[in-house]
């Protein structure tokens, strides 16, 4: 799908990125106003010191949206109680009791990993999005602390295209970086030297 070398490369992955924005533009109008009337901390371009809310006219869109956000938390990915299981795709695996104990340990493994971590704080900004929105973004990434680290990406930061069965199938995410995470991150030998030497010089 993609070319070789380092600038074909990225001008076929911003190529994309600008597909995806086009496709989103289509319902950034609608999503603005949502959030506007309803809950204005999720919108679009949100400058620093804006004042927010003051196009809310009646709290009960706000009190529906939550009302629903925790009647989906509790009900679809209940914190106390195992909501998901795995199973093989061969059905003669799956008669073996051995096979059965392991896959159920393994969904319990995933459980607790997911219950000691951020997941369910992520989740709730998640079906916030996704009851305001209609979409959401949960992005997972591995944490020295949790082992996984989840966030709820807000839906001015990210845009998807869909393939041939309108399934989506690629995401684009765009998202700034102070110089110190993006050192973090990516080393600092992955940065430009004209960073690198604000990186340990600011002035």
């Known amino acids: 799908m993609f070319g070789t070398g380092i600038d074909t490369l990225a001008a076929q992955v911003l190529d994309l990125h600008a597909q995806a924005l086009r496709n989103r533009a289509t319902y950034e109008g609608g999503w603005r106003e949502l959030a506007e009337h309803i809950f204005p901390q999720h919108g679009f371009q949100i400058s620093p010191g ?4 003051n196009r809310i006219y009646d709290g009960t869109p706000i009190w529906a949206v939550q009302i629903l956000v925790i009647a989906l938390h ?10 998901f299981e795995i199973e093989a795709a061969n059905e003669k695996l799956m008669e073996r009791f051995d096979v059965r104990q392991w896959l ?3 969904a319990r493994d995933m459980f607790k990993v997911m219950t000691s971590s951020n997941f369910h704080s992520a989740v709730h900004e ?3 999005d996704l009851c305001l929105f209609g979409n959401n973004c949960l992005y997972a990434e591995p944490d020295d602390n949790m082992l996984v680290s989840y966030s709820a990406r807000p839906m001015s930061e990210v845009a998807w295209m869909h393939n041939s069965r309108n399934q989506p199938d690629i995401l684009c995410r765009e998202f700034k970086m102070s110089l110190r995470q993006m050192a973090e991150m990516f080393g600092e030998e992955g940065l430009s030297p004209k960073k690198r030497t604000l990186l340990t010089d600011p002035k």
């Open 104 to 106: 159920y340990k393994a």
């Open 74 to 83: 509790s009900t679809a990915t209940p914190p106390s109680i195992l909501w």
């Open 50 to 53: 804006q004042r927010l809310g």
């Open 126 to 128: 998640c079906y916030l």
